[in-house]
């Protein structure tokens, strides 16, 4: 029987689709095992009910995942945040040399870093493992985003590991079509798969949930600074200054959230409302008690050929959204006529995209209800993508 590990930065209980393919492929009777550290995503600490040890086994539906251990507050230090990089790489490499004989393929999760992807390397060298990629987030371009200045050393050094990771796994995926173009670049001969994210969830609300707004705004997910919430709450600030019965709603945690509720005070914008981190179950209810939903990024290259999984995940709701980033996301929503859009950085346009939006008539929501249903019918069906995945990794 065909054995494979999962190896990635992120896994269960935190909320990332790779804990939906796992389980899709366990149910399927594949041999699967997960490589990854402890739990602690967003919040740089341990996941209550679990440990950070040395190693440790947990157990997901069945599934055996191989844990190690992580530096707290990575989410408020850049020094920690890269100690972690090396963290991953000299436990998941340590691991790998131990039970890297056990599987013929491995499959990695990149969200984050692109050295976790050393060790399945490592394993395909010394075991003839074979090595499947799926990235979710773009090496170089991310480290760059993140405020690391492009010098000619970090350049030489970043574009030769992505050169012999991606040179080195027989197959690559990508989550959003603009990464493949950027990729062969670094292996032009290399054919590159694109597979959609799905909806993380696409369920009917299980509880009622009741929001302070006779118009409610609604943003969901990880709060932090590539998030641009801070000139999505001071376009908001302009625009409620008119319109008192309308709330901007941040369901959310992360290492901005601090500095956002900071800024509220200090400028004294009413009808702000912070929810703190919800339950992944709880999404459908905020979306179902919400008139429009948000997703914003800083404006940066690599965003802009960027979709993050909230864009597959707002769309089961089928309510307006309002993409405040350029790029691809902004392109769907006015192609598709899925909701509006706004320039991240110009605060005026973000406050007219929030009065638009507020004006909307029965109709024009009845309209983009219908376009969004049929967007996500099209694009990101779960089903599609995980034969894709299937087939690509199992075959």
Known sequence: MKKGLVLGEVFYPEDFIINDLVYEWHKMEFSIEVLTRAPSYPFGKIY???KNKLYQQTKFEGVKIHRFPFIRGYQHSVIIKVLNYFIFLFFSVVIILFIGK???RIFIYQTGPLTLAVAAIIAKKLYKTKVTIWTQDLWPD???A???KKTKVLKYFLD?????IYGNCDTVLVSCEGFAQKLKTYTPKKEIHYVPNWPLINEIPEIKITLPGKFNFTFTGNIGKMQNLENVILGFSTFSKQYSDAFLNIVGDGSNLAALKELVDANSIDNVNFTGRRPLSEMPAYFQASDVL???LVDTPIYEITIPSKFQTYLTAAKPIFAIMKGEVMNMVEKYNIGLA???ADQAQIALGF?????MSPQEYAVISENASKLLQKDFLKKNAVKKLTSLFWG
Request: charged content about 25%; glycine content about 8%; cysteine-free.
């Open 48 to 50: 209550e009910g679990y």
């Open 102 to 104: 056990r599987y013929d």
């Open 142 to 144: 991310t480290v760059y």
């Open 146 to 148: 993140f405020g690391f």
């Open 160 to 164: 030769r590991l992505v050169k012999f």
């Open 294 to 296: 948000i997703i914003s």
């Open 342 to 344: 706004a320039m991240p």
């Open 355 to 359: 009065e638009k939006l507020y004006a």
